[in-house]
């Protein structure tokens, strides 16, 4: 998800790029904490007290709520005070906590990162880890990223330190005919992800090895928004005398998804409309049925609904599908259900109208995720996707309910080099609710 200048709705540098998802309630008297999703931050410090960008990134963290951006004189673009390759210490130097506990348990996954992934933190002034961020985003005016600890806790006492608030979107798909989800699973449905809801029963404590592919799968979505903006062969030609904001403006021509959007437009004009009121919550005359709905999604090119709603979240979702596959062997489900007609629902309720696994395989989407691809990692890709090009989507079951069709098809499996299976995950009753989330 972006934000910028704090301005939560649809237009480009202007807009809040959203996702329909459900949380826990807020605390009674809390409320401020977090205003439609922009958090507070007013208790930030660096991770490491001996960092030399601690004040500067500080102030820069939180600029964005004067309605001012970042100064490049006073902080810069990891990648252009840093040529060559990150190491996790540069990293850590731009991380600001609110508990330390959060820091600890981001840098373990950080220091596990491939060399290329670390590099993709170079468009980046600094790094945000609050109790009260809900949803995670990223900022043009700060270059920073805002991370959800949620995807951090590893025990009952971390969970506790964050601010149990409700999604502040979630009642946008409240009056619609259809839910939008996703989820990441290894080719015979295994989940890849682990839930980021805590429950004292099943889901108490996170080892690393949990917290990790759900880390990846979000570091990767907002770290696609600050290469998308910030291009990284870009980061050389940046103008020192003015701020980062203005400095990404100037660069509009060479985003990312301006290239996509020239090379493969998305065409389905009808879901674009859906998409603003599904995740901004903007009026809509016009309905569609999960069946409809799925019907124009399958033949265009997006890896998720979500890439509907801007030309950032369009870049980010494909990039993400991309990532997660290389790391993980994971494949993409996406699904249109049937809203569910009653409030204590289960996943089982929510009824399969249109869904599909392996999305990053279909003819429309490869070549975009290609493009995105290849530009954010600076590589030749020709290689791997062509192994995907070799893979068919499945249909998954129309009329299933969204849990019972995550085993009810085995797909081919990507035969790309062998890797250690992942441990297997089971169903808890909280995973379903983090599948409606986008970041």
Known sequence: MTITQ???????????????????????GERSLNVNGDPLLASLQPYLSTSPYGLAAEDCAVIYKQGRSCQMQDIAPLGYDIQGDLTPEDIAERLLVSHHWMGDSFMDVVRDLPQDVLNLFRPLNVIVLSLDIRPSFYHSETAGIYIDPRYLWRN???????????????????????????????????????????????????????????????????????????????LSVLDVSTSIGRNIQLMKGNWIQTSLQQAHALT????????????????????????????????????????????????????????????????????????????????????????????????????????????????????????????????????????????????????RFSRQALSPVTDNSQRYLDEMLRH
Not at 183 to 204: I, K, M, P, Q
Request: charged share 20%; glycine share 8%.
């Open 268 to 415: 389905a004009g009808s879901l674009q409309l859906m998409a603003e009121r599904y995740f901004g919550g903007a009026s809509a005359s016009t309905t569609m049925s999960p069946e409809q709905a799925g019907a124009a999604f399958e033949p265009d090119g997006a890896a998720d609904f979500y890439g509907y709603y801007t030309g950032a979240e369009d870049v980010a979702m494909l990039f993400e599908a991309y990532m997660m596959w290389r790391e993980y062997d994971a494949v993409s489900d996406v699904a249109f259900t049937a809203s569910p007609a009653f409030a204590n629902y289960s996943c089982d309720d929510l009824i399969i109208g249109w869904g599909q696994r392996n999305r990053l395989a279909q003819q429309e989407v490869m070549p975009r995720a290609r493009l995105v691809s290849e530009s954010i990692l600076q590589q030749d890709l020709s290689t791997e996707f062509a192994s995907i090009e070799s893979v068919t989507p499945v249909d998954l079951p129309y009329g299933y309910g969204w849990c019972q069709a995550r085993t009810a098809v085995m797909s081919a499996r990507f035969e």
């Open 156 to 234: 009952q006492a971390e969970w506790n330190d964050i601010y149990q608030q409700q999604d502040y979107r979630a009642g946008f798909t409240e009056s619609l005919p259809f839910l939008a989800l996703q989820r990441y699973v290894l080719s015979n449905g295994e989940y890849v992800t682990y839930s980021n809801t805590f429950d004292a029963t099943v889901n108490s404590w996170r080892s690393k090895s949990e917290i990790a592919p759900g880390l990846f799968n979000l570091l990767v979505h907002e770290l696609a928004h600050a290469n998308d903006f910030l291009p990284p062969d870009q």
């Open 6 to 28: 704090g301005i939560r709705r649809l237009a480009l540098l202007m807009t809040t790029l959203l996702a329909v998802g459900c949380g826990g309630d807020g605390k009674s």
